[in-house]
């Protein structure tokens, strides 16, 4: 038997603010609120609205301080209901900024940040799931 990814857990210094902007971006919904005991504050769980495609973690954000180092871990995302220039249109209304981590601009991606500076990427060609 294989694993499956469950959660995503993002560390932030406004959950609610990342919960607007990542159901906005995924077409996810709020499931949650906890006050966990390791967590000075709480945490919103967001994920797929029921009946949504297959199997997708869902989302955490604690209230903390993010991480200061690059992290090793992004998202990449895979526009699915539009072109990739019009998704890209799309999440900087939503408060996405572009983002210069060293690219040369030939990638098959742009990158992004988060209203808190995480990046990920926006695949600049559509890729259906396997």
Known sequence: MACRMGELVL?????????RFWCEVLDFVELGREYPDDVDGYAIEIGPREGFGGPQPTIILRTGEPAEAKSNLHIDLNP?????DAELERLLELGARQADIGQNGGEPWNVLADPEGNTFCLLKARIDPL
């Open 11 to 19: 560390d932030c210094r406004d959950p609610e603010l990342l919960a």
């Open 80 to 84: 699915t209901d539009r072109d990739p």
